[in-house]
């Protein structure tokens, strides 16, 4: 099994930036796609972006196209999400999941396994 811990959340001004990492341990030995989700209070959870194995390929949510780039250094194991120009409506618990079989793949259920997820709030 895959463990995914996810940090870099907080507190950020409206045009601020912030950087999320997610870390993972466990049976790394095999790579998969992996992706972002984020889940607002009182909201279902969206796609954010997904990036492919190798970390050629990425695919983003229109609602962050153009501010948020996600990468992964398979090196280290770990993903992340930098976040730019933030706005209030980014407030949310973002998670990071892993698992899926492609970078493609935009819901929830064709992730395995998950982090327990950040809180990133964007103030206005």
């Known amino acids: 099994q895959v463990q995914l811990v996810e940090s870099g959340g907080g507190l950020v001004q409206a045009g601020g930036s912030l950087r999320l990492s997610c870390a993972a341990s466990?049976?790394?030995?095999?790579?998969?796609?992996m992706g972002w989700f984020r889940q607002a209070e009182g909201k279902e959870r969206e796609f954010v972006a997904t990036?492919?194995?190798?970390?050629?390929?990425?695919m983003y949510a229109d609602s962050v196209k153009g501010r948020f780039t996600i990468s992964r250094d398979n090196a280290k194991n770990t993903v992340f999400l930098q976040m730019n120009s933030l706005k209030p409506e980014d407030t949310a618990v973002y998670y990071c999941?892993?698992?899926?079989?492609?970078?493609?793949?935009?819901?929830?259920?064709?992730?395995?396994?998950w982090g327990q997820g950040t809180q990133v709030t964007v103030s206005s």
């Open positions: 990036v492919s194995a190798s970390g050629l390929s990425t």
């Open positions: 466990g049976r790394t030995d095999r790579t998969y796609a």
């Open positions: 999941a892993g698992g899926a079989s492609s970078y493609t793949k935009r819901r929830g259920d064709e992730f395995g396994f």
